[in-house]
């Protein structure tokens, strides 16, 4: 069995910093992209960003700039870094891994409960 933790969400000012964490565990035998995606209330899913085992990015236009992804492959883990943050980045947080459990098994995406992010103007 496969989960995802997020942590690091909370309240935070306008202009300020956040550092979000997802650690990957349980039954695992490759993870291949891990990232993040956001939903506020009333609104889609949508990618904050992504990185691939071998460190390649992409970025949801909103967050260039301002937002670093980073992952730790030893320990299954991916970070976002949250700078000068904005009212409307205000959202749930979801982490997202590729993974594959078993050799022979073909990866799917698993999601994290999320985790709540609010900032105040």
């Known amino acids: 069995q496969v989960q995802l933790v997020e942590s690091g969400g909370g309240l935070v000012q306008a202009g300020g910093s956040l550092r979000l964490s997802c650690a990957a565990s349980?039954?695992?035998?490759?993870?291949?992209?891990m990232g993040w995606y956001r939903q506020a209330p009333g609104k889609q899913r949508e990618l904050v960003a992504v990185?691939?085992?071998?460190?390649?990015?992409n970025y949801g236009d909103s967050v260039k700039g301002r937002f670093t992804i980073s992952r730790d492959n030893a320990k299954n883990t991916v970070h976002l870094q949250m700078n000068s943050v904005k009212p409307e980045d205000t959202a749930a947080y979801y982490c997202?891994?590729?993974?594959?459990?078993?050799?022979?098994?073909?990866?799917?995406?698993?999601w994290g409960p999320g985790t709540q992010v609010t900032v105040s103007s």
């Open positions: 997202n891994a590729e993974i594959s459990p078993f050799s022979t098994s073909w990866p799917r995406g698993y």
């Open positions: 990185i691939t085992t071998g460190g390649r990015i």
């Open positions: 349980g039954t695992i035998f490759s993870i291949n992209a």
